[in-house]
Structure formats: C-alpha cells, structure tokens
C-alpha cells in the first residue's frame, strides 16, 4: 500500500513569505502529526490532528499552523518565515493514537534564504 | 513527558547482534516504548515497540525490564544496512518525544 505522500519535497522561500506544506496519510489512518527536524534541535513535536481536530500542540509559535481536512489529509502553514524554519519538516501518520506505530514520510526539506 | 538516555554512539560488527540500550526511568504505567530508527536523513522508520512485555518483530526484539525504567532492542543481525540512528522514544499524550538517539555504525 502507499505510504505517507509529503509534497514538495524541497522547497526554497525567502525571508518573511509563507509557505504549506502538504500531507497525504495512509489509506485509512485518521491520525496526522507534523514533526520539524534541525540540526541543532533534533526532532520536535509540531502538532497532531484527528478526525480534523488538532489534539495535541507542541511548543512552536503562532507562526506554525495546520489543519486536516475530511480525507485525513493535512496541510501545515508557517508564515512569516525566518532563517531559523530552515528544516526537514516530516509528516506522520496512524491507524490510532495510541498501541501503533507511526508511519513518517520523507519529508519537505524547507530552505529560506 | 518521560525522558529517555541513550548513549550517542555504538559499533557493531557486521552478523553480529547489536544491543541497543535505553534508560527512561520516569516513565508511567500506561506509557509505551517506542523504537524509531532514521537512516541519513530520511523519515524515521518503526521498528517496535512494547509496553511491559517483551516484543518480537521481524526486524527486531525488544527487552523491558521488569521495573519498566530500562529497554533493550536488538537487532540479531546486524547488517551494514542496519547503519542508522536508533531512537528509544516514550510515547506520551499522542505525541512522540525524540531524544538525540544513539548512532549505530555497523562494520565489516
């Protein structure tokens, strides 16, 4: 079966514009989460949507938003950027919150110059 | 969130089995033990996870201690395509919390 689709795969944005990124989960899963990968970070929690509502938010500024829509797919929106959103933005996705495990996608690798 | 150590970096001869250790001393009763691995800079990829019991996959096995406070995964046979780094995660309030993992480098 196919797995978690991200699009673009990069994408290069300057200084103060948006962007969205896009997620489509495996047929069937209901959970979405978004991750943000830096160097100097590591992996951080972004937040997390089921059936269209955000249960869960991580420690990110009003910058960074998302939602999901009826198929499950979701989208993540940061405006305003700044040099330091340069990252690989990832996106999980699940059967169920809870006992299984996450399926990552390849990522957005993002770049503001 | 419960918080997991890990050690930054190990060597495992090819064949061999690797054992992976992991310390998430705070972690509570209804927390599971998740193990991610991420090769390059790719997704990260599942491989187990448990909550008391031991697990076993086709990838991997999984070791918790009696007391829950430590893990061990185990890949039998470690293959240079093994070369990753493996992160012990504690899956709290629908989130997973990723430390700094631990490099595995597989040798010849």
């Known amino acids: 079966k196919a797995g978690v689709t991200q699009t673009p795969r990069y994408l290069i944005k300057t200084r103060g514009q948006q962007v969205t990124l896009s997620c489509s989960p495996i047929?069937?899963?209901?959970?979405v989460s978004w991750y943000q990968q830096t160097p100097g970070q590591g992996l951080q929690f972004l937040f997390e949507?089921?059936?269209?509502?955000?249960?869960n938010k991580g420690n990110f500024p009003g910058r960074f938003s998302g939602r999901q829509f009826s198929n499950s797919r979701s989208e993540m929106n940061v405006s305003t950027l700044e040099l330091g959103d340069s990252a690989l933005y990832l996106c999980a996705s699940s059967l169920n919150r809870a006992n299984y495990g996450y399926t990552f996608g390849s990522g957005t690798r993002l770049t503001v110059v | 969130d419960a918080k997991t150590t890990q050690p930054p970096s190990m060597d495992c001869a090819e064949g061999r089995a690797a054992n992976l250790p992991c310390n998430h001393s705070t972690i509570s009763g209804n927390e599971y033990v998740y193990w991610y691995r991420q090769i390059h800079s790719q997704g990260p990829q599942y491989i187990i996870h448990?909550?008391?019991n031991n697990e076993t996959n086709e990838m991997a096995s999984l070791i918790i201690t009696e007391d829950r406070k430590s893990s061990t995964l185990i890949l039998p046979h470690a293959t240079l395509r093994d070369t990753a780094v493996y992160y012990c995660i504690v899956y709290t309030a629908s989130k997973l919390t990723f430390g700094t993992g631990t490099r595995l480098q597989v040798t010849l």
């Open positions: 448990g909550l008391k």
């Open positions: 949507y089921f059936s269209e509502t955000q249960r």
């Open positions: 047929s069937g899963h209901r959970s």
